[in-house]
């Protein structure tokens, strides 16, 4: 993609680094030489998770084993969620956002994290006591399970592989990029071991992966953090004194005249050019915050604890682990411009970073830890992304098993064993097309379509769950009509957006000026749901309406939850 | 269909003639709603404020290389772990002792 390109698609491209997707990865790289520490650490850590995959498989027998994992604690849950959330690209693209610009970086991290109360307050509980393995299990409870498990489905694979493109395609770059092989090995390296973690362990080895890169992850930015700190003597005032220093020598030698310079300086200090459409930006940051409470993975992953008390205490835990992982990433991007900036084997003559614009925390390790502490950090950024496409993988192969085959096609009375049969043919199927995927995109300017699969979730599957949850009024035909008018509306908004309608179809004025539907289309997709359910006179509207006290005593009551560890 | 295999409408019914149901129901509902509230209109002043004033944004506190832009970033981190705590506080201790209660009084 040229840079023009990259210009031009502006804020969406932006925020593609701080949502998993490699915008930067993609601009300028060369491949490294092997990297022979890295990849020793990496194995290490295949190692321990191939070992504790054999450990699940063999307690996974049943279909609830293969879809929550036999159940773990809220903490754990917690944990195993932000490892889910920290993508190895937010890692690497916002400490080097804030390298180059400053503070920008630090309004995506906000904005990923306040998604998270809204789903603590609005579905976490309810989803936890209505459900079984998929969040369509709850946006179906009352209501006729073809029409609106279909949507689900449908709704659950079009947010999955926009998401998985993008993390399968950055995958190949990041690996090219520190470790030294290529692209099409880096490709079915992550493809292979992803389906391995599925098809065997299920859902206890996913967790259990994403755990421990979460650990890994935390633990190598706060041994960072206090090598940066150490050396501006633990004060942050030093810390972005310095930095303001470092920037405005930098001007200074760029043949700024030095009150210029001086203000060039002071600019990391606050906002820059991130935001400078209003409606965009509110547009973005509503995708966000929306969107994290219809990710299927995500939601997926409450119903690996017993009950609505554990499901809150694990947003809670892993909103803390998120917002502290956040906290460390904006010191180290200030870290890397005291530490880093006029360091010539960090730095070339031009003052871009050597080996790529994202490269701002590979150079820091480097510089604080050496040879093997970059090892580490390497191998923690590949291990993120086996992390991240696992839940995914597990939540479209879910969808397809139990929302379509189990509950479409054999109206729920589906053998398990078949079940579980289906499954995991699905997951070989999925980490195939993972694989073909990642080759077929990886040309391509793939940064929005992580911000795409927020916005998709938010303006389908969001409505779907709050409406169904709670307001008595929702029909069938509700629910799945109006979810799915929800979900075009994002799809054909960013068609027409500049990001596809310029950039890719090549017309001169997009039809849609803002970079991101959610603004708009999450309000069509409620609209829907409303006029279609206050529309329908059929008689299941009927039954769907008279549903709704039980529904919601056991939403509110936890009656009837299912707890994934008995069978 | 996932309904659990022993549906007890006898118990449901009494649940739902208990007036502390409503309550419980109502209270947890319009503090869960507050807190939405809350979170959106503060998260949406952050994103106008950075796109309407950005000068103001990265003014100095107290004279030193911090600016308002950091200090109100980092109290948008803690606070959004705040408010989830402040919820998980209320909705596990008071909610879920009423909603003990009440089903050890129905059952």
Known sequence: MTRNLWRGAGLLTLLGWATGANAAIVGAMQRQPTNWTAIAMFAGFVGITLWITGVAARRTRTVSDFYTGGGITGFQNGLAMAGDYCSAASFLGITSQIFNDGYDGLIYAIGFLVGWPIVLFLVAEKLRNLGRFTFADVASYRFLQGPVRSFSAVSTLFVVAFYLIAQMVGAGQLVQLLFGLPYLYAITVVGGLMMVYVLFGGMRATSWVQIIKAVMLLCGATFLVVGVMAQVGFSFETLFARAIAVKTRLALEGGLSPAAAAAKGRAIMGPGGFIKDPISALSFGFALMLGTAGLPHILMRFFTVPNAREARKSILWATVWIGYFYALTFILGFGAIVLISFNPAYVDVAGALRGGNNMAVMHLAHAIGGNLFLGFISAVAFATILAVVAGLTLSAASAISHDVYASVFHKGDADPTKELRVSRITTILLGIAAIVLGIVFQKQNVAFMVSLAFALAASGNFPVLVMSLLWKGCTTNGAAWGGAIGLLAALALTIVSPVIWIAVFGFDQAIFPYSSPALFSVPTGFLAIWLISTLDRSPRAAIDKAGYPEQRLRSETGIGVHDPAMH | ?107
């Not at chain 2, 404020?49 to 950005?54: N, P």
């Not at chain 2, 950091?70 to 606070?79: D, K, N, P, R």
């Not at chain 2, 959004?80 to 201790?93: D, E, F, L, Q, S």
């Open chain 2, 1 to 107: 269909m996932q309904t659990p295999a022993t549906p007890d409408s006898a118990l449901e019914a009494r649940i739902f003639a208990d007036p502390r149901y409503a309550a419980l129901v109502r209270d947890r509902q319009r503090f869960s709603w507050t807190l939405t509230a809350i979170t959106v209109i503060v998260y949406s002043s952050f994103i106008s404020l950075i796109a309407f004033d950005k000068p103001l944004m990265a003014r100095p506190i107290g004279g030193g290389a911090i600016s308002l832009a950091v200090v109100l970033g980092a109290v948008m981190l803690v606070g959004t772990v705040v408010i989830c705590a402040v919820y998980v506080r209320r909705a596990n201790g008071d909610y879920d002792q009423r909603l003990a209660a009440l089903l050890a009084s129905v059952r």
